[in-house]
């Protein structure tokens, strides 16, 4: 079984950046979507960005020009690298890595805060 931790969260002033980590505890096979998700207080859960094993990249409209998704060379890590950070991006950060193809899988990570305040 794979566990996704990520790292990287905490307090930040508006305009600042944060930059959040998560590793994958095994090896998981290619052709996935590795992504970032958050939950503010009161609200669903939305996707924030997205990366393809091809390298395609996607993002909500909140984050776009600010927010930047990668992995390292074995998509064994994916980061997010949060610049101009705002109050509305306060909320808890998933990593989320779902293959839809045989053998398919679906992993979480356990979330983290970010905080976004003066």
């Known amino acids: 079984q794979v566990q996704l931790v990520e790292s990287g969260g905490g307090l930040v002033q508006p305009g600042g950046s944060l930059r959040l980590s998560c590793a994958a505890s095994?090896?998981?096979?290619?052709?996935?979507?590795m992504n970032w998700y958050r939950q503010a207080p009161g609200k669903q859960r939305e996707l924030v960005a997205t990366?393809?094993?091809?390298?395609?990249?996607q993002y909500t409209d909140s984050v776009k020009g600010r927010f930047a998704i990668s992995t390292d060379n074995a998509r064994n890590t994916v980061y997010l690298q949060m610049n101009s950070l705002k109050p509305e991006d306060t909320a808890v950060y998933y990593c989320?890595?779902?293959?839809?193809?045989?053998?398919?899988?679906?992993?979480w990570g356990q979330g983290i805060q970010v905080t976004v305040s003066s």
């Open positions: 095994g090896t998981i096979s290619n052709n996935n979507f």
């Open positions: 990366i393809h094993s091809t390298g395609t990249t």
């Open positions: 989320h890595v779902v293959r839809l193809q045989p053998p398919p899988y679906n992993y």
